[in-house]
């Protein structure tokens, strides 16, 4: 998955996004996201969304 995100940060990068003002709420929501993935769950495909998501995209985008 690393990988497929680009690799690893370089100290550049590391040093970019420590100092970003929002750093712990990133942290945060990443942890969110791990603790929320649950191993072969079944979920609707992503179509099943769709007309819900168009909905909230012209809603709020429009």
Known sequence: SLQLQ???MSATEVLEFEANPHLQDIIQVRLLDDAGKVADL?????????????????????
Request: contains cysteine; charged residues 10%.
């Open 42 to 62: 079944q979920t609707y495909p992503f179509t099943h969304f769709v007309d819900l998501l168009q909905a909230l995209v012209d809603q709020h985008c429009t």
């Open 6 to 8: 680009g690799g690893p």
